[in-house]
């Protein structure tokens, strides 16, 4: 499956967000979608994840009360719903596509096929 993410751009602090992420070329809602970060000389990190359904979700301790994932299988979409953005936000943010059963919520990289191009998202006054 292809994955493109949009919506990174720069955005003061306490703003908010909405990244979206096209798959294309497989069925969508075979996958589990989740959500990772890469911030400049860290490693990638685990942001959120979506179940097949749609009807389960997973989140980091950082994101859990200001990030929301959500899909739209009908538009092959998921998005990340980003509120009261920090500075420490500031990365490039990817998409992944995981073969998963029905409810089950992946969130380590290896569980992942699948992964888009990036998007950068900077938090700064």
């Known amino acids: 499956v292809q994955l493109v993410e949009s919506g990174g751009r720069l955005v003061q602090p306490g703003g908010s967000l909405r990244l979206s992420c096209a798959a294309s070329g497989r069925t969508f809602s075979n996958y589990a979608m989740g959500w990772f970060r890469q911030a400049p000389g860290k490693e990638r990190e685990f942001v959120a994840t979506i179940s097949r359904s749609g009807g389960r979700t997973r989140y980091a301790d950082s994101a859990k009360g200001r990030f929301t994932v959500s899909r739209d299988n009908a538009k092959n979409t998921v998005y990340l719903q980003m509120n009261s953005l920090k500075p420490e936000d500031t990365a490039v943010y990817y998409c992944?596509?995981?073969?998963?059963?029905?409810?089950?919520?992946?969130?380590?990289?290896?569980?992942?096929?699948?992964w888009g191009q990036g998007t950068q998202v900077t938090v700064s006054s």
């Open positions: 992944a596509a995981g073969s998963a059963t029905y409810y089950y919520t992946p969130y380590a990289d290896e569980e992942y096929d699948s």
